[in-house]
């Protein structure tokens, strides 16, 4: 979990959710900085999120888990619609966002300390890009096998990535040739956020093209059985192997 000094995330969650503006720094280890889409995307509305977004809800049922829930906007607006959703997140602000929006049921928790006591789910949710957060290629199938094993026979993974290579800036091209060289999978990143004084610690964020997510299920009992795509980032639908 994070602490407070490290909460860049949720603090600028906590800040814009009270009326500050409020935008996040990304660094790279290669030096790269951005700016993110900020804790505005985060708080975002229903009829404000992508079209792709949106459609997905459409595959979300029975007890859900939220993976990274952030401030909770996938969470809440499927518990509008009468689902028990349980959102977890290692941001303890971002979590009191949750809380203060009306999200029930939260807890404290990285997705790498998931286990089976949370109980028995028919939907996961990794939106926002969070199937990133499984970091690298042998923790995500380790963690798939996990959701294997706590969830119902026809439970789906509803999960956020895109085409990492889909890009022609040689800063990013560099970069995955450079992350190749270190025998890490091309759009692994390693990044951390700030936020005023707040500094998350680094950490890896895996992003993946359709090919590479369908290589890294393969074995685990999970397939894709449909994207949906709006440009480089789509959203797979994911199933159990029958």
């Known amino acids: 979990m994070l602490k407070k000094n490290e909460d860049a995330f ?37 009829k404000d999120w992508s079209p792709h977004e949106r459609k997905a809800m459409k595959y979300a049922r029975g007890r859900v888990l939220d993976i990274g829930c952030g401030a909770g906007r996938h969470s809440i607006y ?9 959102g977890i997140d290692n941001s303890p602000m ?7 929006r009306g999200l029930k049921k939260t807890k404290l928790l990285p997705i790498t300390q ?3 006591k949370l109980g028995r789910f028919d939907t996961i949710l990794m939106l926002g890009n969070n199937f990133g957060l499984v970091g690298n290629k042998k ?15 026809d439970a789906r993974i509803i999960a956020a990535s895109m085409d990492v290579y889909a890009t ?7 970069y995955h040739k450079y992350n190749r060289k270190r025998g890490r999978m091309g759009g692994q990143v390693r990044i951390r956020a700030r936020y005023k004084k707040y500094i998350t610690p680094w950490f890896d964020y895996l992003i993946v093209s359709k090919k590479e997510m369908e290589m890294i299920l393969k074995g685990t009992g999970w397939q894709v059985k449909r994207y949906l795509d709006h440009g480089p980032a789509y959203i797979a639908i994911i199933e159990k192997e029958r």
């Not at 499927?78 to 349980?86: A, C, I, N, P, S």
């Not at 798939?144 to 969830?151: A, E, I, N, P, Q």
Request: net charge negative; charged share 30%; with cysteine.
């Open 10 to 46: 949720g603090q600028g969650m906590y800040d814009y959710f009270k009326g500050e503006e409020a935008n996040e720094i990304i660094e790279r280890d290669d030096g790269y900085i951005d700016i993110t889409q900020g804790a505005k995307h985060y708080l975002s509305e229903y």
């Open 78 to 86: 499927l518990q509008e619609k009468g689902l028990v959703v349980l």
């Open 94 to 100: 971002a979590l009191k966002v949750c809380k203060e």
């Open 114 to 116: 998931i286990t089976s």
């Open 139 to 153: 923790t995500a199938i380790w963690l798939l096998k996990k959701f294997y094993s706590m969830t119902s026979p």
């Open 168 to 174: 022609d800036k040689p800063e990013h091209l560099w």
